[in-house]
Structures are given as structure tokens and as C-alpha cells.
């Protein structure tokens, strides 16, 4: 009996001794470790002296904020190098800073010459591997001077000089119609719903703009659609769609439909995927209630959604920029 109460007390002590180095245990972050690098700066302008003592010969006068490299502590003197020179400074000239490195998005990069890729931040680190000019690598972290790369599935820092941003082949543009084969397109349109042009074009103050009244209702009058289509120089730029619960008729529904669907075609034409892209957008906001700029990539060229008051606007490269809007 005894022995089975000496057998329980020593498991009770083995758990209790389990759960005390489970919670000493350091756990291990999934993320990756910062890295750090550790550089000295000179607090104002000093000599390098070839001995630690400021009876040393003067090497070379060192700006202020210059960064040396760290190579040995010998009393109160720093053995550093600068400049491909080595010699000693005073710990009080200098200033010892500890930087972190900072992760940035996957850069492609290529190298400019054949360069080394180190183990780790610095020169003084292993060579891990050489790479030859215009090699592919991606940048994935900085620190100072350094770039931590990725080549193949290797990883190494590299100096940044020795590589360049790569440039990527830009997507082609789809061309937008030419602004009088827009405008004619609108203003020959005769509505199937309702036997008559939608469009009339018009100029105001300098601007060309066809301007759609597509359905009105005699009790109460703001019940309507409209669409205001804005050329610019070249091409259609701005397309305005108003609406004012006019999907409550069947009648002003089916108009309202005609109108958007043409309307949209003035931007690439008629039959392209472009103009089916926008009518897509078109379809899942106009019932949107939440005022938003939504931007929007269509045919290579940015614009923007705009959603407000009952509107739904799409705008593409207004003098070839794109307005700043606040709601």
C-alpha cells in the first residue's frame, strides 16, 4: 500500500515537472526573425589614427555621420575600417547604431555585374554564391546597404548597388474609339423601346456631350433616367448614368437598359470585352446604395466608379490623369 502511494506522488511530481518546463519553454515564432545590422557613425569630423592613442599618426579625416565599419575594441579605441583604410578612433567620436531590416514586396531585380551573395548582412560575411550579370533575383527585404534575394530556391543578401530594378513589359492598352465615331455611334442610335435617337449631342462651355433623356413620368416629375456621355480631345472620357426611381415602370426600366448598354459601347465599341466588362460593372452597382470611388482597370487604361446620390459614373483618363474625388 505504501509503495502505491510513493508510485502516485512521484507521477504527481513528473506532470507538475512537465507543465513547469512547458511554460519555461521558449516558444518559436512561424514568422521569419527580424534581422538586424549594427553600424558605427562618426559623431563629428575625427582622424583615423594608425594606434589606439590620439598620439597616433593621422590617416585620414572623417566626416561627420560617416558610417565605419567595426573591426576590434582595444581599451577606449575602436580599430575600424573607412575608406579601404584601417586605423583607430575614440569610442567617443563614434555612435553605435542597431538597425532592422524592413520586409517589401516581392521587387524583381537583375544584377549589373557579376556579384557575390552573402550568408548573411555585410562583406565580412561567407560567400554563399556568384552571380553573373543580368541574373533574375527577387528582392524581398532591405537593410541599409543590403538586399536580402531570392534566386532559384536559394536565399542570400546582396549589395544593392549591384542590382537594378527589372522593368516589366507593360500590358498593351486597348484604344479607346475615337471621339467622332463615339459621338456618331450615339447620335445615329435609334432606341428599339422607344422609335427615336436616344442621344442629341451638344457643346457647353467648350465641351463636347451627348446628353440622353431616356424616360419621364408625368406624376411625379422627378421620376427619370438620364445619361450624360462627356467627350474629351480624343475620346469619350465620362459617362454619367442618373437615376431617380424610374425602375418602377416597366416601360422606363426597359429604356434605362437600352441606354446604359449603348452608352457604355462608346468607350471601346461595340462587341469587345472591354465595353461587356463594363456593363458587367455597370449591372452590379447601379442599385448600390453606398456612396464609394471604386477604381477600376479596364482595357489597361485606370478610371474610376463613382457611386452617389443615385449616380453611377465611370471616368477614364481625364486629360490623361484621373481626377481626385472626395464623397
Do not use: C
Request: proline share 4%; charged share 25%.
Amino acid at each position: 500500500m505504501q509503495s502505491r502511494l510513493n508510485l502516485k506522488r512521484v507521477m504527481k511530481s513528473l506532470i507538475s515537472l512537465l507543465l513547469v518546463l512547458t511554460l519555461l519553454t521558449p516558444s518559436h515564432e512561424t514568422g521569419a526573425a527580424i534581422t538586424t545590422l549594427t553600424t558605427y557613425q562618426t559623431k563629428a569630423t575625427v582622424y583615423l589614427r594608425t594606434t589606439p592613442s590620439y598620439k597616433g599618426k593621422q590617416v585620414v579625416l572623417i566626416p561627420k555621420q560617416k558610417t565605419v565599419t567595426y573591426v576590434a575594441k582595444s581599451g577606449s579605441w575602436l580599430k575600424v575600417v573607412y575608406s579601404k583604410k584601417v586605423g583607430y578612433v575614440h569610442t567617443e567620436s563614434i555612435v553605435r547604431k542597431v538597425e532592422s531590416s524592413k520586409k517589401i514586396k516581392d521587387v524583381p531585380h537583375v544584377t549589373l555585374q557579376k556579384s557575390s551573395v552573402f550568408n548573411g548582412v555585410g562583406h565580412s560575411k561567407k560567400v554563399i554564391a556568384t552571380l553573373n550579370k543580368n541574373i533574375n533575383v527577387i528582392v524581398t527585404e532591405q537593410l541599409g546597404q543590403y538586399v536580402k534575394v531570392r534566386y532559384g530556391n536559394k536565399v542570400g543578401w546582396m549589395n544593392q548597388s549591384d542590382l537594378k530594378k527589372k522593368v516589366l513589359p507593360q500590358p498593351s492598352k486597348t484604344s479607346f474609339l475615337p471621339k467622332k465615331e463615339a459621338i456618331d455611334y450615339l447620335g445615329n442610335y435609334v432606341s428599339s423601346t422607344q422609335q427615336r435617337p436616344l442621344f442629341k449631342i451638344e457643346r457647353s462651355a467648350g465641351i463636347d456631350f451627348a446628353n440622353a433623356q431616356l424616360f419621364r413620368t408625368n406624376r411625379p416629375i422627378d421620376d427619370y433616367l438620364y445619361a450624360i456621355v462627356e467627350s474629351g480631345e480624343r475620346s469619350i472620357v465620362s459617362l454619367m448614368l442618373i437615376e431617380f426611381r424610374y425602375n418602377r415602370y416597366p416601360s422606363g426600366q426597359q429604356t434605362g437598359d437600352e441606354i446604359a448598354r449603348v452608352a457604355l459601347a462608346s468607350f471601346f465599341g461595340e462587341g469587345t470585352k472591354e465595353t461587356e466588362q463594363l456593363r458587367k460593372l455597370y449591372a452590379k452597382y447601379k442599385q448600390a446604395k453606398k456612396d464609394e470611388v471604386i477604381p477600376i482597370t479596364v482595357g489597361g487604361h485606370k478610371g474610376l466608379l463613382v457611386i452617389w446620390y443615385g449616380r453611377v459614373q465611370f471616368i477614364f483618363d481625364y486629360n490623361d490623369e484621373l481626377p481626385t474625388i472626395r464623397l
